[in-house]
């Protein structure tokens, strides 16, 4: 496996989840967040502590390509990037959004947008680590280790 391939995959994936975050979160559900209030940090406080949510993402970036590629095989990448999406949400996400509106008295559309935005997060970044980890290119010999 190419070490240079990898970083490169766990880059693109951080920054797909950064955009998509901003665009999600910052624009689609702005409203959502102005009513409910109050269960948020101050705007300032959150700007100060933004540090913390781009580090969760790249280190969930990196764990989302390194788990990828211990488990890759020779099948079609892009079922595989469909897969492994599919797995990641049923791992990570729906566990954790139920688990999120069993504790916290969130409005049930607020969670459920959540999970919205997690699965089109997990198959936009699945298919764009594919893309940029190129699987198949390793096998057949053009993709030699950089």
Known sequence: MSKKRFW??????????????????????QS???????????QDEMRKMMWWMW?????????????????INKDNQWAQAFR????????????QNMEMWAVVPYP??????WLMIAIVQAFIAA???TWT??????????????
């Open 108 to 113: 049930g559309e607020l969670v459920a947008r």
């Open 84 to 95: 492994y999406a599919i797995a990641i949400l049923l791992v990570s996400k729906v566990p």
């Open 8 to 29: 490169w995959s766990v880059a693109a994936v951080w920054i797909v989840m950064m955009v998509t975050d901003w665009f999600f979160h910052g624009v689609w559900m």
């Open 32 to 42: 959502w967040y102005q009513q409910t209030a109050q269960f948020w940090r101050p």
């Open 133 to 146: 980890f190129k699987p198949m290119e390793m096998w057949s010999g053009s993709g030699a280790a950089k």
């Open 127 to 129: 298919f764009v680590m």
């Open 55 to 71: 580090f969760g993402q790249a280190v969930w970036s990196w764990a989302f390509v390194w788990i990828y590629s211990h488990g």
